[in-house]
């Protein structure tokens, strides 16, 4: 069963011969491996490059131990370049081999060297892993399995498929587990014994507890809006806690730096500025989600909201927040400030989307309090309700797109329907 993850590998292609070491980043288990060394090297073969060279080394392999000593890599390489043609240098688990950044830098300044490289360990899985390589690094951040992905290889219908995806997640190594029993194993245990393990271990984090308790507070509020006070005094008042609102930011940076969760700041509309809080948090896979809940709390209103989050961020799009402020008239008759959100404001270049996740939209009032607050933005950009229920895609009276959330996650131009 092979995935065409095309997303990235388009993206790999693009960038060759650009002179810039092309770095894969993400969570663990999301197919950065598999992205280099099969997809990629077999569009390399099918181009006509000749297998000699490539040349591909996983350093946590047995068998490539030694050449996590740079002063043995280095001179092996400069001896597998042989002539003036181009060499493809495609490095796995790259954090492994000592002084990286170094070799790397060292490597690409031959004139025929295009290099390619992976990393999963709590240093490597960091935002700021660009910066290692002094301006010569180029991302491409990749995502566990689209919807549209997973579904190129279930066997069963989108519905079913769509229970699946949103309960056990899109890391592709779940697709190989066949029980529910098994699948829920893998990712209590992949969670547990690696990601927590990776942020302790790279941040050396003293109370483990503190930052699991988090983890289970921000699984059961994705999509809320909440800051570090709020937290601190959740914690106060439900786990009979003290943590200071300066240690539960540091420890949500740590888990966005490590891409679990990734976070939407609200964006005043029409004042045209950001809102630095409180703001939204989503998590990268929702299996691992749920694996923080013993798969317990399995809302599909919140879940769908995640997914959609997911899938506009892996299209390349900025997500905020928006935010409408608008003159009301309270119980009393008193004028109040009232705040309206739209689920998401997405940007990418000149194009703009307001997005609205609504699970069902029964009737007209329904239809009403959703599309409120769109038709306060005072501009022109395209207005969207997505839906689990609508039989879409349509533009009501009001020219607001609706569609159903299958033709948002199965066609990526649904946006420009």
């Known amino acids: ?161 769509w229970r699946e995806y949103v309960v056990y997640g899109g890391l592709p190594l779940v697709l190989n587990f066949k029980t529910p029993e098994e699948k829920i194993t893998f990712l209590k245990a992949l969670f547990e014994e690696t990601y927590i393990s990776d942020i302790v271990g790279r941040h050396k984090i003293r109370n483990r507890a503190e930052l699991e308790e988090l983890l289970n507070i921000l699984s059961s509020a994705i999509g809320s809006l909440t800051n570090p006070t709020k937290l601190s005094a959740t914690f106060k008042s439900m786990k009979q806690k003290n943590i200071s609102a300066g240690t539960i930011k540091n420890y949500i940076d740590y888990l966005c730096d490590s891409f679990l969760i990734d976070s939407a700041i609200r964006y005043d509309i029409k004042g045209k500025k950001y809102i630095d809080t409180p703001v939204k948090y989503y998590f990268t896979d929702m299996g691992l989600r749920n694996a923080r809940l013993n798969f317990r709390q399995l809302e599909e209103t919140h879940t769908m909201e995640n997914v959609i989050f997911n899938e506009l961020k892996l299209r390349g799009f900025n997500v905020d927040v928006g935010v409408i402020e608008i003159n009301s008239t309270n119980e009393k008759g008193n004028s109040v400030r009232k705040q309206l959100e739209i689920d998401f404001v997405c940007n990418k270049g000149s194009k703009r989307y307001y997005i609205q996740s609504a699970y069902a939209m029964p009737d007209q009032a329904k239809m009403e309090q959703e599309q409120r607050s769109l038709m306060l933005t005072g501009d022109a950009f395209k207005k969207i309700i997505i839906t689990k229920d609508s039989p879409g895609p349509y533009y009501n009276e009001d020219g607001v797109l609706v569609m159903n959330i299958f033709d948002f996650l199965l066609d990526e131009n649904m946006l420009n329907y």
């Open 1 to 161: 069963m092979e995935i065409k993850r095309n997303i990235y590998l388009n993206k790999l292609i693009s960038k060759k011969h650009n002179g810039l070491i092309k770095v894969v980043t993400g969570i663990r288990r999301c197919g950065k491996s598999y992205l280099l060394f099969n997809l990629f090297k077999d569009h390399l073969l099918a181009e006509g490059v000749n297998p000699r060279h490539i040349i591909e080394i996983a350093f946590d392999s047995f068998e490539n131990k030694k050449f996590r000593d740079p002063d043995v890599l280095y001179p092996y390489m400069k001896e597998q370049i042989q002539d003036e043609d181009m060499y493809y240098v495609l490095l796995d688990e790259v954090q492994l081999l000592d002084e990286f950044e170094a070799v790397l830098n060292s490597l690409i300044r031959m004139k025929n060297v295009d290099i390619y490289v992976t990393g999963s360990n709590a240093h490597f899985l960091s935002k700021d892993v660009i910066t290692e390589f002094r301006g010569r690094g180029d991302e491409v951040h990749m995502y566990p399995l689209s919807f549209a992905e997973f579904m190129s290889v279930y066997p069963g219908t989108k519905e079913n498929g």
